[in-house]
């Protein structure tokens, strides 16, 4: 793997010619969570900076030990430590006096709207970890989770905590083959689905997609039963043997459970995420490093100030998907440690109209909002007239993650949408990482836009050269984590070879994590991610492998082979670009037909599903290969960019891209 063409060009067009830098405004800085003083603190004593942030959950038994390197990279955090996070995202706040609180003001797509306590999120989790144990479930089993943006989703998760049970969630858009290879890989005992949610204005149903997975998996289908949430309404099929519905099993289950103290790595949840390779990696993150590093970050990131609204707390909203690990680590563990308040909302930003988010943090007065840029640089093409007719002076802080945001949707969020007060922070993370990693402080950082700026308290970050070896301010380089930090990943579910082999193999004598972005420091020495240097793609923040798709373009009978490439979009960031060779001979060329490129497409959308599904299929009669057989992707990635080839001379038949080219425009 070399640096690539990703360094050589930064993501941003213009992001070296912007200059400004924005000084946390003096309200905030005044009265911040976290100073400068917390990067002297964790300098000085790393481990013990981390050991009081531990302090922020209530632990049943203290740990003995901060953090166990000697096996590494396999971390042991908080050792001897034993906690339940369940008890930390909900009953301490109940016992804590604050049972009245909002937890979450849900907002379905359709309009139907419920404001949960914490008090009623703690009776619900019990009843739902009730039943979860009364369907078999046990301490150390897998259960799946197949939901839309339902308050249930939360539920859900939380009662797998509370009960020990490892939770695997599986985002809605998902395909019956994803789910059930994911299923089958942890082997899930009980999947947890609704019969559908509403998207755009329409029911989309799952229920249907979870019977295909498990009958795809036939006698081999570790499930025993499928637990249903009713959301839509809409007919679904029942097997009396296996399904049970929410409203029957927990609505009447014992709101009272005690839950059980587990130790500091007990598995939490593992999430399926794309690698380089076809298959999808299970993350595993555990219980309390995982927790101490989410809720900490939170807390230090966003500012934020809990408490109800007659106390004047933050009203937080992050907009991800629970499927995703933003929504786990900020939408419920780390928020729902600190105990703030918060909006989930099920829907698109466009149903039924293109102000619907605006509409949502005027009614609810967020204050503080978490989005990704494809969203913002969607709605600036949408124009600012819309987020213009509502209020939305109750922001205070906006953030932003999962791809590089360019300055211009920088300045533009910061403007329209924050009234030119909120302080942007731009996060940087990774499923793996579990928590933010690089970002601005809200009351201490001046923020450039476009950068992450620099690691925070307590974690390592470096920029290395091919050999390891930091590179100078100005230049750019691979990122790198250099120390251990709590929320970190432990290893890959079933695979710990390749946990070793993905991450730290690369920089092995500096044992270094290779996070696989590329990333620039500037004159200052802020960071500027430059997006990945290997071949994964990111497609409006969701993490999509070039081989996974060009692996399911192949098991399509028509594909003899397949080249997939993520060319740059001005609102995706990055769009999925195929080069297909057909079996039944090469002539059929560019007038293949819309039809089979459009059967391609369906085709990838049922392998995977329809956020992996290419914008567009290009049919060529060979694809760029070396002599050794490797395909160079830089060339097709050219051709899609509609930039001019770059050099073709290490091409076993340099000729090639001339045809491709060609192709490329005769099909577009
Ligand atoms: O390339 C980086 C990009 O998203 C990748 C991680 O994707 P995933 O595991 O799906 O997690 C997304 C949400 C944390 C990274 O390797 N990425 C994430 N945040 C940023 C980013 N790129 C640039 N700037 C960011 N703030």
């Known amino acids: 793997m070399s640096i690539g063409a990703n360094l050589a060009e930064d993501t941003g067009s213009s992001t070296s010619s912007e200059k400004r830098r924005f000084e946390p405004p003096a309200d905030l800085a005044a009265e911040a969570n976290v100073t400068s003083a917390a990067y002297d603190r964790a300098a000085q004593d790393r481990l013990g900076f981390w050991a009081e942030q531990a302090e922020r959950l209530t632990w049943a038994e203290p740990f003995t030990e901060v953090l166990d390197w000697t096996d590494?990279?396999?971390?042991?955090?908080?050792?001897?430590?034993?906690?339940?996070?369940?008890?930390?995202?909900?009953?301490?706040?109940?016992?804590?006096?604050?049972?009245?609180?909002?937890?979450?003001?849900?907002?379905?797509?359709?309009?139907?709207?419920?404001?949960?306590?914490?008090?009623?999120?703690?009776?619900?989790?019990?009843?739902?970890?009730?039943?979860?144990?009364?369907?078999?479930?046990?301490?150390?089993?897998?259960?799946?989770?197949?939901?839309?943006?339902?308050?249930?989703?939360?539920?859900?998760?939380?009662?797998?905590?509370?009960?020990?049970?490892?939770?695997?969630?599986?985002?809605?858009?998902?395909?019956?083959?994803?789910?059930?290879?994911?299923?089958?890989?942890?082997?899930?005992?009980?999947v947890i689905t609704a019969d559908g949610g509403y998207r755009r204005g329409a029911p989309s149903a799952l229920k249907p997609t979870v019977d295909d997975a498990i009958g795809k998996l036939?006698?081999?289908?570790?499930?025993?039963?499928?637990?249903?949430?009713?959301?839509?309404?809409?007919?679904?099929?029942?097997?009396?043997?296996?399904?049970?519905?929410?409203?029957?099993?927990?609505?009447?289950?014992?709101?009272?459970?005690?839950?059980?103290?587990?130790?500091?790595?007990?598995?939490?949840?593992?999430?399926?995420?794309?690698?380089?390779?076809?298959?999808?990696?299970?993350?595993?993150?555990?219980?309390?490093?995982?927790?101490?590093?989410?809720?900490?970050?939170?807390?230090?990131?966003?500012?934020?100030?809990?408490?109800?609204?007659e106390e004047k707390g933050d009203v937080y909203w992050c907009t991800a998907d629970i499927g995703w690990v933003t929504g786990h680590s900020y939408i419920v563990y780390g928020p729902l440690a600190n105990g703030v308040t918060q909006v989930l909302y099920e829907g698109t930003p466009d149903s039924p109209h293109q102000g619907r988010w605006w509409e949502i943090v005027e009614r609810y007065g967020v204050t503080l909002l978490y989005t990704a840029p494809t969203a913002i640089r969607t709605f600036m093409k949408w124009g600012r007239e819309i987020p213009d007719r509502y209020d939305l002076s109750s922001l205070r802080l906006l953030g932003s993650v999962g791809e590089p945001i360019n300055p211009e949707a920088y300045l533009w969020y910061r403007n329209v949408i924050g009234g030119d007060r909120c302080p942007v922070v731009d996060t940087w993370w990774q499923t793996e990482t579990g928590q933010m990693m690089i970002s601005p402080l809200p009351g201490v950082t001046a923020g450039k836009p476009g950068s992450a700026m620099q690691a925070l308290p307590g974690i390592g970050v470096d920029v290395v050269d091919e050999n390891?070896?930091?590179?100078?301010?100005?230049?750019?380089?691979?990122?790198?984590?250099?120390?251990?930090?709590?929320?970190?990943?432990?290893?890959?579910?079933?695979?710990?070879?390749?946990?070793?082999?993905?991450?730290?193999?690369?920089?092995?004598?500096?044992?270094?994590?290779?996070?696989?972005?590329?990333?620039?420091?500037?004159?200052?020495?802020?960071?500027?991610?430059?997006?990945?240097?290997?071949?994964?793609?990111?497609?409006?923040?969701?993490?999509?492998?070039?081989?996974?798709?060009?692996?399911?373009?192949?098991?399509?009978?028509?594909?003899?082979?397949?080249?997939?490439?993520?060319?740059?979009?001005?609102?995706t960031g990055q769009a999925v670009?195929?080069?297909?060779?057909?079996?039944?001979?090469?002539?059929?060329?560019?007038?293949?037909?819309?039809?089979?490129?459009?059967?391609?497409?369906?085709?990838?959308?049922?392998?995977?599903?329809?956020?992996?599904k290419p914008r567009k299929i290009t049919i060529v009669p060979e694809l760029p290969k070396t002599r050794s057989g490797k395909i160079m992707r830089r060339l097709l990635r050219d051709v899609a960019e509609n930039r001019a080839v770059g050099d073709t001379t290490t091409l076993s038949d340099p000729a090639i891209m001339a045809q491709i080219a060609g192709d490329d425009r005769a099909v577009k």
């Open 218 to 309: 036939g006698g081999n289908s570790p499930v025993d039963h499928v637990l249903t949430v009713r959301r839509t309404g809409e007919y679904v099929s029942f097997d009396d043997a296996t399904d049970v519905w929410w409203h029957d099993v927990v609505d009447g289950a014992s709101p009272e459970h005690t839950p059980e103290a587990f130790d500091a790595e007990h598995p939490l949840y593992v999430m399926y995420s794309s690698g380089t390779t076809g298959k999808p990696k299970g993350i595993l993150h555990t219980t309390g490093g995982y927790l101490v590093g989410a809720a900490y970050t939170h807390h230090a990131v966003f500012d934020l100030k809990p408490g109800s609204a």
């Open 577 to 612: 670009f195929a080069y297909v060779i057909l079996r039944s001979g090469a002539e059929e060329g560019a007038s293949a037909g819309d039809a089979l490129v459009h059967e391609l497409r369906t085709h990838v959308g049922k392998e995977i599903g329809a956020i992996a």
């Open 72 to 190: 590494a990279p396999f971390a042991k955090w908080y050792v001897g430590g034993r906690l339940n996070a369940a008890y930390n995202c909900v009953d301490r706040h109940v016992e804590a006096g604050r049972g009245d609180q909002v937890a979450f003001h849900f907002v379905g797509e359709p309009g139907d709207t419920r404001d949960i306590t914490y008090a009623d999120l703690k009776d619900e989790v019990s009843r739902a970890a009730n039943a979860l144990l009364d369907l078999g479930v046990r301490t150390g089993d897998m259960v799946a989770i197949y939901l839309p943006m339902i308050p249930e989703a939360v539920v859900s998760m939380l009662a797998c905590a509370r009960i020990g049970a490892t939770h695997t969630v599986v985002f809605g858009g998902f395909s019956a083959e994803a789910l059930a290879s994911r299923i089958e890989d942890c082997r899930a005992k009980v």
């Open 468 to 571: 390891g070896d930091p590179v100078p301010n100005g230049s750019s380089g691979y990122l790198v984590l250099t120390e251990p930090w709590p929320a970190m990943l432990r290893t890959l579910w079933g695979d710990k070879d390749r946990f070793v082999e993905t991450y730290w193999a690369r920089f092995e004598k500096q044992g270094y994590y290779f996070a696989g972005d590329g990333a620039k420091k500037d004159e200052d020495g802020d960071i500027w991610i430059l997006g990945r240097v290997d071949d994964v793609m990111n497609v409006s923040g969701h993490r999509l492998s070039t081989s996974e798709i060009e692996s399911a373009l192949v098991s399509h009978p028509r594909v003899a082979e397949a080249a997939v490439v993520g060319a740059a979009d001005e609102t």
